[in-house]
């Protein structure tokens, strides 16, 4: 079959073969490209869709970008339960499979490395939200008598929000720390803009945690038990995913 090579994630050889009704971008199920001790897991896209200009102008398109976004994490998704794949950029084309072996070859030491740190382990991410003004959605705000009234007012909600801000950022400090000494890694990633990701609130923690697969269970009963700790604040876990946060700037 003619068409660029679209790459998905480098991983180890695995035996166990992939769900057969699987589709990639494009369409295109995936298959294993072997080099070397390593895998390639690629799918075959038209070049008209995916040549350096054409995929350029794609990424402007936001509906474009959530499909082939979509199609991307099944197949890493896919992988995550047969190996521990090493997931590339959304995006990464060669021009055919010589290319793919090459770049393998290349990064060889790389991947091995990368691979090995992290076998056998998952990513979890948690996110805290606070709510804002709690107290003015209870209740309406009392229409002020006088300028000096108005002024009160301002300073007595800008003092409550400023004491919920800091019980929020002081909770996630402490859950950080805590999920961080269980975890064998951690990143903090910057607060999501609520614009972006339509979640209520405002985001004060934005992390991501590598667990070993196996103790991913005693992670998430931990998490769990942290959600009646702080009233007005929501926790939540999302994974197990593959380890984006911790395959290196490069990958």
């Not at 589709?23 to 040549?51: I, N, Q």
């Not at 991410?125 to 006088?146: D, F, I, L, N, T």
Request: glycine share 6%; hydrophobic share 35%.
């Amino acid at each position: 079959m003619t068409g660029l090579r679209y790459v998905y994630a480098v991983c180890r050889p695995f035996s166990t073969p992939l769900q057969a009704q699987l589709t990639g971008v494009a369409g295109d199920p995936p298959r294993a490209l072997t080099h070397r001790g390593l895998v390639a897991v690629v799918s075959h896209v038209p070049e008209r869709d995916f040549a350096e200009e054409a995929l350029r102008a794609h990424l402007e398109d936001l509906d474009w970008l959530t499909a082939t976004a979509r199609a991307h994490q099944g197949v890493i998704d896919a992988l995550t339960t047969v190996t521990t794949p090493l997931p590339l950029r959304l995006g990464t084309v060669f021009l055919d499979d010589s290319g793919v072996r090459s770049m393998m070859e290349a990064r060889e030491e790389d991947f091995h490395r990368t691979l090995d740190r992290l076998e056998g382990r998952v990513e979890w991410g948690v996110k805290v939200y606070a709510e804002s003004g709690p107290q003015e959605s209870a209740r309406p705000a009392e229409k002020p008598a006088s300028g000096r009234d108005y002024l009160r007012q301002r300073r007595m909600q800008t003092r409550s929000h400023e004491e919920m801000w800091q019980k929020a950022e002081a909770f996630s400090t402490r859950l950080h720390e805590r999920l961080s000494a269980f975890a064998e890694d951690s990143r903090l990633h910057p607060p999501q803009n609520p614009a972006l990701s339509k979640a209520s609130g405002r985001n004060v923690l934005n992390a991501a945690y590598l667990v070993p697969r196996t103790h991913s269970e005693e992670f998430v009963e931990m998490v769990d038990r942290t959600k009646d700790e702080a009233p007005g604040l929501r926790v939540e876990l999302t994974g197990p995913w593959a380890a984006y946060s911790f395959a290196g700037e490069d990958t």
